[in-house]
Nanobody, 123 residues
Framework: QVQLVESGGGLVQPGGSLRLSCVAS????????MGWYRQAPGKQRELVAV???????TYGDSVKGRFTISRDNAKNTVYLQMNSLEPEDTAVYYC?????????????????WGQGTQVTVSS
């Protein structure tokens, strides 16, 4: 049984920063990849960033150079540092556990999702 809890969202001005956190229950955190997704109203859920069990990272084109994903296995926590935020970043952000295939650069999400945390970028 895996449970994921996101936090850290809020209202921020364009150009500002936020750090999201996701705490995972259980004892299998360190052996799995973790991903951050986001979904805005009327939009499909999109993959934002992935970190493998070995701490390799991959980012969606829309956030490269602005977002950083990291993990702290001792705390069973994955983070998403978001800088230079833009209004188009406004969405509900979800964390997810999955498997990363490094040779194909492919992330396969398992059916473990948190409740999400709202990020709103507005002046």
């Amino acid at each position: 049984q895996v449970q994921l809890v996101e936090s850290g969202g809020g209202l921020v001005q364009p150009g500002g920063s936020l750090r999201l956190s996701c705490v995972a229950s259980g004892s299998i955190f360190s052996s799995n990849a973790m991903g951050w997704y986001r979904q805005a109203p009327g939009k499909q859920r999109e993959l934002v960033a992935v970190i493998s069990s070995g701490a390799s990272t991959t980012y969606g084109d829309s956030v490269k150079g602005r977002f950083t994903i990291s993990r702290d296995n001792a705390k069973n926590t994955v983070y998403l540092q978001m800088n230079s935020l833009e209004p188009e970043d406004t969405a509900v952000y979800y964390c997810n556990m999955g498997k990363y295939y490094s040779t194909a650069a492919y992330y396969y999400p398992y059916d473990y999702w948190g409740q999400g945390t709202q990020v709103t970028v507005s002046s």
